[in-house]
C-alpha cells in the first residue's frame, strides 16, 4: 500500500489549509487512519486519527481547530485545519493500518504499517 499526501503549502498566520492522503489500493473501509507531524530535531507528533469506524481523536494542541475525516469510495482521509499558527509548520505524515479493527492506542506511530511521503505546511506570521 503506497500512502500520497498532497495539500500542503504556504499560508499566513490565521489562514485555513485541507491537506489529504490517498492509498493506492486495499480494503480502505478496514484501514484506521493517522496524521503526525514533524519539524527538524523533534520527533514525531500525533496530530489526529480516524478508526475503520469513524472514530476521531486528536492531539490536544489541536484545540478544536482540526477535523479528520474520510471519504472510502476515495480511499482517502483528509485533514482540515483551520487558525492555523506559526507553531504548525511542519511537514505532516499521513499513516495506515490496514488492520483498523485491531484496538490500538492510535496515538503511536508505532501503530501504523504504512506511512506517506509527508507534505510540508509552513505558515508565516
Known amino acids: 500500500v503506497q500512502l500520497q499526501a498532497s495539500g500542503g503549502g504556504l499560508v499566513q498566520a490565521g489562514d485555513s489549509l485541507r491537506i489529504s492522503c490517498t492509498a493506492s489500493?486495499?480494503?480502505?473501509?478496514?484501514?484506521?487512519m493517522g496524521w503526525f507531524r514533524q519539524v527538524p530535531g523533534k520527533e514525531r507528533e500525533f496530530v489526529a486519527a480516524i478508526s475503520w469506524v469513524g472514530d476521531k481523536y486528536y492531539g490536544d494542541f489541536t484545540e478544536g481547530r482540526f477535523t479528520i475525516s474520510r471519504e472510502n469510495s476515495k480511499k482517502s482521509v483528509y485533514l482540515q485545519m483551520d487558525s492555523l499558527t506559526p507553531e504548525d509548520t511542519a511537514v505532516y505524515y499521513c499513516a495506515a493500518d490496514p488492520m483498523g479493527w485491531h484496538p490500538k492506542n492510535r496515538r503511536h506511530p508505532g501503530d501504523y504499517v504504512y506511512w506517506g511521503q509527508g507534505t510540508q505546511v509552513t505558515v508565516s506570521s
Open positions: 489500493e486495499g480494503t480502505f473501509r478496514n484501514f484506521a
